[in-house]
């Protein structure tokens, strides 16, 4: 029998990379004390009150989740002022990503989106084998102005992330709208907000959804709420963009106990404040701590900071794997992006960074 190879766009495809699991690099190197700030999780983990509506709801396990949602939906109708027929569900919000340009952009079709940007705007493009357009960064920020420029006739999705990852960098809702009057009202503009939580003063996505409709706002409750294990997410829009979106989502793409969980993070706003706190003195102390090396970062307003390590990405992430320290190298030169950590994780890391650049270790304790 022959070989039938795959669809164009998918024999091309180079699978998405996740962050090094703490369990292979304990069986690689047979070390144990491991600090993981590689893939932007709360360091926190996830609220009680997460936790004991997880529980209670154990016993479901052999039953199907309700398909259409309706605990979590109705949680996000009452906290975000939408109705139920402008929620999109997802099994994370990388499913809501691929199920955008599945619903939107056909072969012959393009897509915009901006370089350093998440890679899997990239990958759902080259999936569907539509074409790319990659538009140039501003420094290591989204530039808006050149990615309205950069649409074409066959432009049909655009996708924006704010804040980005993997570079913290974010825009102000003055650009936005001056970005969404140049864009087209055929075109999807996809506003991915997997970061918001932590700074929520900096943008109001949810206006605009009443005066453009083709614009998708994508969250997830993987960062800032803590349930990355359970891959829930959700995209708010217009009814008619939310219709077409629904005709495609596999039926029960969220398992029940993601969409307890769900509803109970989003109702524990004290644990989200927690979080943010936690967030902030960390960014703090690596910016301290990369000041005191001498080394470059981007300012961020994510969970996340990118920090310019002034030697090869790839061997320094090797080394301070060596060190029992997970980061992450996102394909830009001499740059390591870094999860923010509990206070003890964050001082590893550091004086691991200080040890295997082979900079004064004292400089990470603020003495050079």
């Given at each position: 029998?022959?070989?039938?190879?795959?669809?164009?766009?998918i024999?091309?495809?180079k699978?998405?990379?996740?962050?090094?699991?703490?369990?292979e690099?304990?069986?690689?190197?047979?070390?144990t004390?491991i600090?993981?700030?590689?893939?932007?999780?709360?360091?926190l983990?996830?609220?009680?009150?997460?936790?004991?509506?997880?529980?209670a709801?154990?016993?479901?396990?052999g039953?199907?989740?309700d398909?259409?949602?309706?605990?979590l939906k109705?949680?996000?109708c009452?906290?975000f002022?939408?109705?139920?027929?402008?929620?999109?569900?997802?099994?994370?919000?990388?499913d809501?990503?691929?199920?955008?340009?599945?619903?939107?952009?056909?072969?012959?079709?393009?897509?915009?989106?901006?370089?350093?940007a998440f890679?899997?705007?990239?990958?759902?493009?080259?999936?569907?084998?539509?074409q790319?357009?990659?538009?140039?960064?501003?420094?290591?920020?989204?530039?808006?102005d050149?990615?309205?420029?950069?649409?074409q006739?066959?432009?049909?999705?655009i996708f924006?992330?704010?804040?980005?990852?993997?570079?913290?960098?974010?825009f102000?809702?003055?650009?936005?709208?001056?970005?969404?009057?140049?864009?087209?009202?055929s075109?999807i503009?996809?506003?991915?907000?997997?970061?918001?939580e932590?700074?929520?003063?900096?943008f109001?996505?949810?206006?605009?959804?009443?005066?453009y409709?083709?614009?998708?706002?994508?969250?997830?409750?993987?960062?800032c709420y803590?349930?990355?294990?359970?891959?829930?997410g959700f995209?708010l829009?217009?009814?008619?963009?939310?219709?077409?979106?629904?005709?495609?989502?596999?039926?029960f793409?969220v398992?029940?106990?993601?969409?307890?969980?769900a509803?109970?993070a989003?109702k524990?706003?004290?644990?989200?404040?927690?979080?943010?706190?936690?967030?902030?003195a960390?960014?703090?102390?690596l910016e301290?701590?990369?000041?005191?090396?001498?080394?470059g970062?981007?300012?961020?307003?994510?969970?996340?900071?990118?920090?310019?390590?002034?030697a090869?990405?790839a061997q320094?992430?090797?080394?301070?794997?060596?060190?029992?320290?997970?980061?992450?190298?996102v394909?830009?030169?001499?740059?390591?992006?870094?999860?923010?950590?509990?206070?003890?994780?964050?001082?590893?890391?550091?004086?691991a960074?200080?040890?295997?650049?082979d900079?004064?270790?004292?400089a990470v304790?603020?003495?050079?």
């Amino acid at each position: 029998m022959s070989f039938v190879p795959a669809n164009e766009g998918i024999s091309k495809l180079k699978p998405y990379q996740p962050g090094k699991p703490i369990s292979e690099l304990e069986r690689e190197l047979g070390i144990t004390d491991i600090v993981k700030l590689a893939s932007n999780e709360n360091p926190l983990g996830c609220s009680d009150r997460v936790k004991q509506a997880v529980a209670a709801e154990l016993a479901e396990i052999g039953r199907y989740p309700d398909g259409g949602g309706f605990i979590l939906k109705d949680q996000i109708c009452a906290q975000f002022g939408v109705t139920a027929d402008c929620i999109t569900l997802g099994n994370g919000s990388n499913d809501l990503l691929e199920m955008f340009a599945r619903a939107f952009v056909a072969e012959k079709d393009s897509v915009v989106y901006s370089q350093h940007a998440f890679a899997v705007y990239a990958l759902v493009t080259q999936a569907i084998n539509a074409q790319a357009i990659e538009v140039p960064a501003k420094g290591f920020a989204h530039d808006l102005d050149a990615m309205a420029a950069a649409i074409q006739y066959n432009t049909k999705l655009i996708f924006i992330a704010n804040p980005n990852n993997p570079t913290g960098t974010w825009f102000e809702e003055a650009e936005f709208e001056a970005f969404m009057q140049k864009v087209p009202a055929s075109v999807i503009v996809v506003l991915d907000e997997a970061y918001v939580e932590y700074f929520p003063e900096n943008f109001n996505s949810l206006k605009f959804l009443a005066h453009y409709p083709n614009i998708i706002v994508s969250r997830t409750l993987s960062k800032c709420y803590g349930l990355a294990a359970l891959r829930v997410g959700f995209a708010l829009a217009s009814k008619q963009v939310t219709d077409f979106l629904n005709r495609i989502r596999q039926p029960f793409n969220v398992n029940h106990l993601a969409m307890v969980a769900a509803v109970a993070a989003l109702k524990d706003e004290d644990f989200i404040e927690q979080s943010r706190v936690v967030n902030k003195a960390g960014m703090n102390q690596l910016e301290q701590g990369f000041q005191s090396l001498g080394l470059g970062y981007v300012a961020s307003r994510a969970n996340f900071i990118l920090v310019d390590v002034q030697a090869d990405a790839a061997q320094t992430f090797n080394a301070l794997l060596k060190e029992g320290v997970i980061v992450r190298p996102v394909g830009i030169a001499n740059h390591l992006r870094v999860s923010i950590g509990t206070e003890t994780e964050n001082a590893k890391f550091l004086s691991a960074l200080a040890k295997v650049l082979d900079l004064a270790s004292n400089a990470v304790e603020g003495k050079a």
